[in-house]
T-cell receptor, first 114, second 110 residues
Framework: SAVISQKPSRDICQRGTSLTIQCQVD?????MFWYRQQPGQSLTLIAT?????????ESGFVIDKFPISRPNLTFSTLTVSNMSPEDSSIYLC???????????FGSGTQLSVL | QKEVEQDPGPLSVPEGAIVSLNCTYS??????FMWYRQYSRKGPELLMY????GNKEDGRFTAQVDKSSKYISLFIRDSQPSDSATYLC??????????FGTGTRLTIIP
């Protein structure tokens, strides 16, 4: 499986600021995704990162709050904008090469908002 | 009602025991069923996946799917301390969008 490098691994941010998370895959993937993992809750898909075009967001997530870029097949960023304590969570980048059951993940970004 | 229900645990068992982890689901349209393992401060990694009802074995791990009961299980034989992790079940309709359970935290006691 491919290796996904995600950074930062953790950060503590102030309310109202923004944080950009970077995701680098070591080989080409067909699809990249961003998930959120909150304590006691299941992984929730935020959006599908589309190469060279706007991301496809899931219900409850909007581009103004979570802008996503994917300039090429191996790199994507997620920005958490105008943060509040409710945004404190683990954010995970993931990808697949087309196998619909074979999703692989980065190590995640632990975000705490004060 | 959640689409996928999973007992969050925590579950503690002695080393060498057989572990049984389970999920139930409500949507009969789910086609692929997966188990992910997540160590602390790491992302989930795919452990097992199955498509049809029945058992699939890989070393000490066996995944079981019962579509008629909408119930899936993961069995771990001869459990080791290195198996201590959170186990997530997941499923999809045959596309890339996965629906996850909340995860079961497992601790194997030496």
């Amino acid at each position: 499986s491919a290796v996904i490098s995600q950074k930062p691994s953790r950060d503590i941010c102030q309310r109202g600021t923004s944080l950009t998370i970077q995701c680098q895959v070591d080989s080409q993937v067909t699809m990249m995704f961003w998930y959120r993992q909150q304590p006691g809750q299941s992984l929730t898909l935020i959006a599908t990162a589309n190469q060279g075009s706007e991301a496809t967001y899931e219900s409850g997530f909007v581009i103004d709050k979570f802008p996503i870029s994917r300039p090429n097949l191996t790199f994507s960023t997620l920005t958490v904008s105008n943060m509040s304590p409710e945004d404190s969570s683990i954010y995970l980048c993931s990808g697949t090469r087309g196998g619909r059951e074979k999703l692989f993940f980065g190590s995640g970004t632990q975000l705490s908002v004060l | 009602q959640k689409e996928v229900e999973q007992d969050p645990g925590p579950l503690s068992v002695p080393e060498g025991a057989i572990v049984s982890l389970n999920c139930t689901y409500s949507n009969s349209a789910f086609q692929y069923f997966m188990w992910y393992r997540q160590y602390s401060r790491k992302g989930p990694e795919l452990l097992m996946y199955t498509y049809s009802s029945g058992n699939k074995e890989d070393g000490r791990f066996t995944a079981q799917v019962d579509k008629s009961s909408k119930y899936i299980s993961l069995f771990i034989r001869d459990s080791q301390p290195s198996d201590s992790a959170t186990y997530l079940c997941a499923m999809n309709f045959g596309n890339e969008k996965l629906t996850f359970g909340t995860g079961t935290r497992l601790t194997i006691i030496p």
